[in-house]
């Protein structure tokens, strides 16, 4: 049993990230946390496909001349890293239409809690 | 030489034109308009010159900037997306037709050239994701067209920005499940490509890494086509959101959600697994099921004839997960078909509501009467036909995709399928007639003559009823359909 934690602790981890991120998502009653909650669990996914590149003594993935040319294993997947430039970029967009969307809320309710707006729009 | 490119094409298309926009609205103002419901045209005769292409000569793969797959992304044309292609540019450019007055009044007539270059943008999503043959890149595209999505949708009063970010943050998560599962399916198999995928899944069957990748995709999945317990984002912003921005992602959006679901359900995730040991199928049809019921007597219970026909979204989605989980010829024919039927039939009943809106009557059921059968009645006539079709009497288009999916249940012989749908029907008619009854049954009161208002323009009603006859068509040549189109499609049950 020790041995799956020491070898899966960093999995572990980002799924504990991801519950974070999901939880401030769900449950947090103000936008602009639901927002960073997302941010969160945006970071987390990022973290969980860089980690599924690592290998232990791995190198970056760049020709190294001093290794010979048949030695794939000694670089690092470089495939995962291209993908989450993409989903950084995604995520960037994402949070920048949340929070135009919430100028526009805020400008119309006064309030950014979910409590307080809905009190507002029932009236 | 265009038979080539065809996978390419819609996608492309659609991008261009909306990088045009800033341009377009610059050299003219009703120009925006005109492109994108052009383009959209363009991109209908692209899927159906497709559709009758590939059904006859096989798929066309494409590999895109010439990297050859699985390293580099490929897209695929066969008859499933050149039917979907078809679907999403027929049918947005009716609405897309009929846009041009509500976009104005709704968004401000200065805001018409964002509004029309966010549409091109959702549009180029959801033909990507119909196009791709690649995992990660279906991811993208999803994302591409949800962020155009809740800008179109969030547009217009404060309310619909508020249910735009509500639907942001759960069409997130629905979006980044998809893509954890994508991750563990990358780690397990290391590649992207869905039929690569498909072959190194065949050969090594499902671990737990690959189990937990699948119910991380089918939730993702089921929280953008809003199957039953997944689907609490879509009433508040179908009903917020402006009049057209309802029509063109009502119809469209969810059932893209299906097609993804149809094709990594049957065709990339090993289907025997996916039967017997994970019993996939069973839930979603159980889902499915449930959501009809529960979707139409939620139906029952409103009075705001947009929420009314946001519930009646989600029973109808049932209907297509029901096909899905059938995993039977009939099932899937039925799914198919009840993708395209339901997406005229709802983007008809939303423009119905838009006119409605542009007249100045308001959307509440208890507000109509039955004036509004001699004031509008073209208008009328297609709430009429479109509302016969979704209760599915013959011979509109609504009857047959439903005659397909009873079949497929007694079929399988599951009685208690038989009974939702015909049940269903019942429920769907008690929600119609409701409205039907208000228009056509109750005395006209005749009010002055001259107060009449400003009459709805043409466009409006034309694109109105060319969806409503076009149920009427579909209906009558479901048989075409049938077994030119779909048959070839059926995956290996």
């Keep these: 049993m020790n041995g799956f934690f020491e070898d899966y602790s960093a999995y572990i981890m980002c799924f504990l990230l991801l519950t974070v991120g999901l939880y401030g998502m769900l449950l947090k009653r103000n936008y602009v946390k639901k927002v960073i909650g997302m941010t969160i669990f945006q970071a987390a996914i990022i973290l969980f496909f860089i980690l599924t590149a690592y290998k232990e003594g791995g190198t970056v993935p760049v020709k190294d001349p001093t290794l010979p040319l048949d030695q794939a294993d000694a670089y690092i997947n470089p495939l995962p890293h291209a993908l989450m430039l993409t989903a950084i970029v995604v995520g960037v967009a994402t949070v920048g239409v949340a929070l135009s969307l919430l100028i526009r809320v805020y400008g119309a309710y006064g309030s950014l809690d979910e409590d307080k707006i809905q009190q507002e729009a029932s009236k | 030489m265009i038979g080539e490119h065809l996978p390419a094409l819609p996608i492309l298309l659609y991008l261009f034109l909306a990088l045009l926009m800033p341009l377009a609205a610059k050299l003219g103002r009703g120009l925006p308009w005109a492109i994108s419901w052009l383009g959209s045209l363009a991109v209908a005769a692209l899927g159906a010159w497709g559709l009758w292409h590939t059904s006859t000569e096989g798929p066309i ?366 429920l769907n008619a008690v929600y119609f007639f409701r409205v039907l009854e208000r228009l056509y049954l109750g005395k006209d009161e005749g009010e002055a003559e001259g107060a009449s208002p400003s009459r709805l323009p043409t466009v409006m009603s034309f694109s109105t009823l060319v969806l409503a006859l076009s149920l009427l068509a579909l209906g009558f040549g479901n048989v075409f359909i049938v077994s030119k189109f779909i048959s070839p499609m059926l995956p290996g049950f």
């Design chain 2, 61 to 426: 793969r494409y590999a895109m900037g010439s990297w050859a797959p699985p390293v580099g992304i490929e897209l695929v044309a066969d008859p499933l997306s050149c039917f979907f292609t078809f679907a999403i540019g027929a049918v947005s450019a009716f609405v897309l037709l009929h846009s041009r007055e509500s976009v104005e009044r709704d968004c401000g007539a200065s805001n018409t050239m964002t509004y029309y270059a966010s549409a091109l943008l959702l549009l180029a999503g959801f033909s990507g994701i119909v196009g791709t043959g690649d995992l990660f890149n279906l991811y993208v595209f999803l994302e591409i067209s949800a962020l155009a999505g809740y800008a179109v949708l969030g547009c217009g009063s404060a309310k619909a920005s508020l249910s735009s970010f509500r639907y942001l943050i759960i069409g997130t998560i629905g979006a980044s499940f998809y893509l954890i599962g994508v991750g563990l399916l990358l780690a397990k198999t290391g590649s992207l490509n869905m039929a690569d995928v498909t072959a190194i899944l065949h050969l090594e069957g499902l671990s737990p890494a690959t189990t937990l990748a699948v119910v991380f995709i089918l939730v993702g999945l089921g929280i953008k086509m809003a199957l039953m317990p997944l689907h609490y984002w879509l009433p508040d912003v179908y009903t917020n959101a402006p009049a057209t921005s309802t029509a063109l992602v009502a119809p469209l959006g969810t059932k893209v959600a299906a097609y993804a679901l149809l094709r990594i359900g049957y065709e990339v995730l090993p289907y025997e697994a996916l039967a017997l040991d994970l019993r996939v199928f069973d839930v979603v049809l159980a889902l499915g099921a449930v959501g009809i019921i529960w979707g139409s007597v939620m139906a029952i219970a409103q009075d705001n004839i947009k929420r009314m026909l946001a519930y009646s979204s989600v029973a109808q989605i049932g209907y297509i997960a029901v096909g899905f989980g059938l995993a039977t010829p009939y099932g899937y024919i039925g799914a198919v078909l009840h993708v395209i039927n339901h997406a005229v039939m709802k983007a008809c009943l939303f423009l119905v509501t838009a006119n409605l809106e542009h007249r100045g009557e308001g959307v509440s059921i208890k507000g109509l009467n039955a004036s509004l059968r001699r004031k509008m009645p073209v208008t009328c006539a297609c709430f009429a036909m479109a509302a016969i079709s979704m209760i599915g009497l013959p011979p509109m288009a609504g009857f047959f995709s439903k005659w397909y999916l009873l079949l497929g249940s007694y079929e399988q012989g599951s009685w208690i399928l038989v009974v939702v749908i015909v049940v269903s029907s019942l």
